[in-house]
């Protein structure tokens, strides 16, 4: 059987530049949008999709927001996201999101900010808010940064991250995103940095899911893909199928964050 590896994931990174950048532009008109507003967070995915905007569409048509939260985003992340910003010349905003939290704390009944996911969801919840309002004064579309292996493991806020117009590389595996974050120029800080929305300190991607994304990647590629079976995709990985199973039922749980809301289709029927 022959030994599947992320050798197999290997892109043309000019091919899929192109290829995205043509997506950008033809969304921009189809849609008759002035440009492009974008979560900049200093991850990779935030910046690769940033630098794709720049190249193929210009900076003068992209707003960039920064919009860490004083508990749980480093600094190094604001400085990251600041330097790309900079170096592109594309005008920015930084809105830290505290003190719409906070009022949001202090509003709702039976408030748990204990309770993260629900506080962490929350704060992805606001910078949709902060990003629909500057692409709804300015006639802007609102440019998603999730990646393929993040769509189909569920691993985003639904109606927060989640929440936007178009995802340029929602079609790219994490290691696949790394790959042309390279080849666009991007340092290796950014490139390879380890994946975290930051909704809580300390908050790490691999950490919480319990699998790097090399796993999930090669997981995801042979089973869906590949449309390999369990057995089949675990001996040509060397993957456990514990971890088959594992990612499996994240990609089966999450399906209704992939989806539009469900209607019961009525009208036609008879009384």
């Not at 033809?26 to 440009?35: I, R, V």
């Not at 692409?135 to 985003?156: P, R």
Request: charged content about 25%.
């Amino acid at each position: 059987m022959k030994k599947i590896t992320l050798e197999d994931l290997k892109i043309d990174p000019q091919f899929y530049s192109r290829e995205i950048g043509a997506f950008l532009s033809g969304m921009l008109e189809e849609s008759e949008a002035n440009g492009y507003v974008i979560g900049v967070s200093g991850g990779v995915d935030s910046s690769t999709v940033l630098a794709l905007l720049v190249e193929h569409v210009g900076a003068g048509k992209i707003l960039a927001l920064i919009m860490p939260d004083r508990t749980s985003t480093p600094l190094e992340d604001i400085e990251d996201a600041l330097s790309l910003v900079k170096k592109y010349g594309v005008k920015h905003h930084i809105v830290y999101i505290n003190d719409i939290l906070e009022a949001y704390r202090k509003s709702i009944p039976e408030y748990e900010k204990e309770n993260l996911r629900a506080e962490g969801n929350m704060k992805a919840r606001i910078r949709m808010t902060i990003l629909y309002y500057h692409a709804n004064k300015l006639g802007y579309l609102v440019c998603g940064t999730g990646d393929k292996s993040e769509l189909l493991i569920g691993y985003f806020t639904k109606y927060g991250d989640g929440g936007v117009d178009l995802l340029p590389i929602g079609d790219l595996y994490k290691t696949q995103v790394r790959q042309l974050a390279k080849s666009l120029g991007l340092p290796d800080r950014i490139a390879y940095k380890p994946s975290s929305p930051r909704l809580w300190p300390g908050h790490k991607a691999e950490k919480e899911l319990g699998l790097s994304y090399n796993e999930i990647d090669l997981i995801l590629y042979t089973t869906i893909d590949l449309k390999m079976n369990i057995d089949e995709a675990s001996k040509s990985t060397g993957i456990a199928k514990t971890k088959f199973e594992r990612v499996l039922e994240l990609v089966k749980r999450s399906k209704h964050k992939r989806m539009l809301p469900p209607v019961p289709r009525i009208s036609f029927q008879k009384v």
